[in-house]
């Protein structure tokens, strides 16, 4: 597809910011249907052929939901870029406001035009899970907040107490909702064919259970988006990089903080546990500690190990054989 225009978009829960870069043209619209209707109509009027256009937005959770849909309706390209990525290829920047960020976008988008990546249309069962699975973990955190607090306050309250009773029916309508939202969970992992194939081959690698195998499944896009699993393990933060420039500066290779916090701390997890049930994983993470080597480079080693696994078993289809897979 040969670009010859980048729109920036600002969006917000309300209203989106357009901003043409070719022709320096600023629409706002609401964020609704009416709105995007505007939209192709301003790209009309500008003589834009939608076909040539790609919209570049950032990533704003739900906010860009219903325009995205839109997007792909129409054939009309967009990518969705982090808003960091955009903030340091900035350099200093003064002033802000909605038009600006717009400008400022479709301003990245023209520059970085040649390693811009089109979004695909989601899968309707991954975007489903992974709403799912967002709730999920928002509804276990407060849940957790909610018991740390009440055993703090059964340190100075009685167990009767209205402060402490409340919290516990809170906590108890939380746990029936989780219950209910994993059954949901489980239920459209089984009913998607090529989800649930993926899912139980997963959960042949020892050290990935149910939680780690649907979120890689769900980040993954049930691994279609991710061409293999070094790209991954950029995106969860777990590969290394290497650090140095010149002569002066030689310092160890380090993993970014730049990442999908959730896998990553899920991926800790995993690995631990592989450590104490995987044979030739607990060898691996012995025999190296042995050597004076630090836990928590050994345990990030393991970690993008169990992802490669990962990517090895969905590629070949076939469930892990425990000293067999080479390329682990």
Aim: with cysteine; charged share 25%; proline share 1%.
């Amino acid at each position: 597809m040969k670009l010859q225009h980048i729109i920036g978009a600002d969006l917000s829960k309300g209203s989106i910011d357009l901003f043409s870069h070719s022709y320096q043209e600023h629409l706002k619209i609401a964020n609704t249907a009416s709105g995007f209707r505007q939209m192709l109509k301003w790209l009309k009027d500008q003589k834009i052929n939608s076909s040539q256009a790609m919209i570049v937005m950032e990533h704003t959770g739900l906010y860009s939901y219903h325009m995205e849909i839109f997007l792909h309706e129409h054939k009309i390209s967009f990518t969705k870029v982090s808003a960091l990525a955009i903030k340091r290829s900035l350099g200093l920047v003064r002033g802000k406001n909605d038009k600006i960020d717009a400008q400022r976008i479709a301003r990245y988008g023209s520059e970085k035009r040649d390693m811009l990546i089109l979004a695909s249309r989601p899968i309707k069962v991954i975007e489903r899970l992974r709403m799912l699975l967002s709730t999920r973990n928002r509804l276990v955190r407060h849940r957790a907040s909610l018991i740390c607090a009440i055993k703090e306050y059964k340190n100075i309250l009685e167990q009767s107490d209205l402060i402490i009773k409340s919290q516990l029916i809170l906590v108890k309508n939380f746990t029936e909702q989780i219950k209910k939202i994993e059954a949901e969970i489980s239920e459209l992992m089984t009913k998607e064919q090529l989800v649930n194939q993926n899912f139980q081959l997963l959960k042949t690698i020892k050290g990935v259970g149910k939680v780690v195998a649907t979120a890689a499944i769900i980040k993954t896009g049930n691994f279609t988006q991710f061409s293999n699993a070094r790209k991954f393990a950029c995106y969860c933060g777990t590969a290394p990089f290497e650090h140095s420039s010149g002569k002066s500066i030689r310092r160890k290779t380090r993993i970014s903080h730049l990442a999908d916090k959730e896998m990553k701390t899920l991926l800790d997890q995993s690995a631990k546990s592989a450590i104490q049930y995987d044979k030739e994983l607990k060898s691996f993470y012995q025999r190296r500690i042995a050597t004076g080597k630090s836990k928590k480079s050994t345990i990030n080693i393991v970690r993008n190990k169990i992802l490669y696994r990962m990517f090895a078993v969905i590629k070949r289809q076939t469930p892990f054989i425990e000293n067999y897979l080479k390329t682990a």
